[in-house]
């Protein structure tokens, strides 16, 4: 598959991730005390809904084309630390590992009935941070070198 085919099917998953990502830490959260409790909950509902089906997909191509897109700089990754380019990317990586690790977390605390209102909120304004990082490090990719 050609490399910008795979970097555009990265870039639209990345800006569904991160647009849902933002959607919900700047806009739902925000809402909150303005809405009906039972509101509220009915939207939380609908979106959660929403979200459970549509991000797995999306995850799936993210990665996988993340993946393919490592690939492609395997050998600036085996000495990551001789390169700005090659640390960013690490960096982009380790970011990347860690949101997908709070997505395992999350899904694993939903099994044992564990996530709750604070606990999701602390994770979703983690994976905010994260993405946040992800998005400037992306940026700097091509832009900062030492």
Known sequence: MPYYLVLTIHLLCAFVFI???FFEVLVLHPIQSKVPRRAMLEVERAVGHRVRRLMPGVLLLL???GIALAWHYRALLARPLDS???TLLLIKIVLA????????LA????RLGRLN?????????SVFA???AIVMVAK???HVTW
């Open 19 to 21: 647009g849902t990502v």
């Open 63 to 65: 990665y996988g084309a």
């Open 84 to 86: 700005a380019f090659g």
């Open 97 to 104: 590992t860690s949101v997908f690790g709070h997505f395992l």
């Open 107 to 110: 899904m694993r605390m939903r």
């Open 117 to 125: 209102g604070p606990t999701s909120r602390r994770l979703h304004l």
């Open 130 to 132: 994260h993405v946040v």
């Open 140 to 142: 700097a990719l091509f």
